[in-house]
């Protein structure tokens, strides 16, 4: 047998990195420390280049690479990329750069949860403006299940509301039913394709109405990352407490601040390690 994963000094005992435009990815980072309990994380938020959603494919893709090589330098054994504008545009430039890290992104994973709970193949993604102009939930949603029937919606402005903690209220009503009053009566499943949106979770399912399911791509990310690090024998001892590091190129202190909300848990500001790219 080879060396049980998550011995000290072994592949499996390095951290997995996680990177996101900002704070958003911290509901992903949330999900993956559930379900990989004995994991260490190191988080990157590029709070001094957000917003993602409104840049082009390129810079996303220069920024993510950016990013990515900040944490490898920091010794990480696989890279969640929980940014769904920079999964939808950075993938194949980071496979690239760093062909031997596992790299996993929200937009498979998300576009399978939808797959999952829909039964009409009517899906709407809601997503940032850049994650819509490149097509990539329905590309993805499409390899999946060829006789779908995708709506994107650009909803960017849900971005500024999670920020501003603004999860209900009259603002959030208002911009909910600008995005989703149009919305075909027969999908039946709408996908949250943005980090920021399960934050208006609440308020989004009360606009499209029980008959609808919405669905996040955080749960299904962990299981897929899960895989990932079984297959090449990269998981951690599960009896472990993992620990989580977070880095911020802008303010520590509105990271952990504004971060929390996402995170669901207190973040200190003396926790947040603000860092160049
Ligand atoms: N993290 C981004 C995403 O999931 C949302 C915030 C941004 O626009 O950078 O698409």
Known sequence: ??????????????????????????TVLRALIASLPGEDFLYLGDTARLPYGTK??????????????????RGIKALVVAC??????????????????????VIEPGARAACDASQSGRIAVLAT??????????????????????????????????EEGWSEGEAVDAVTERYLAHLDARIDTVVLGCTHFPLLAAAIARRVGPSRQVVDSAATTARAASEVLESRQLRNSPLRTGEVRLLATDSPERFARVGQRFLGSAIAERNVEAIDL
């Open 1 to 26: 047998m080879p060396p049980r994963t998550g011995a000290p000094g072994s592949p499996g005992a390095s951290p997995i990195g996680v990177f996101d435009s900002g704070v958003g990815g911290l």
């Open 56 to 73: 082009s494919a390129q810079t996303v893709a220069r920024y993510s690479v950016r990013a990515a090589e900040a944490l490898v330098k």
């Open 129 to 162: 403006e850049g994650t819509v102009r490149g097509g990539a939930y329905l590309d993805a949603i499409l390899a999946i299940r060829p006789d779908a029937h995708v709506t994107q919606v650009a909803a960017q402005i849900f971005v500024a509301l999670a």
């Open 84 to 105: 769904n504008t920079a999964s939808a545009s950075a993938l194949p430039a980071l496979r690239e750069r760093f062909p031997e890290l596992p790299v996993i992104g």
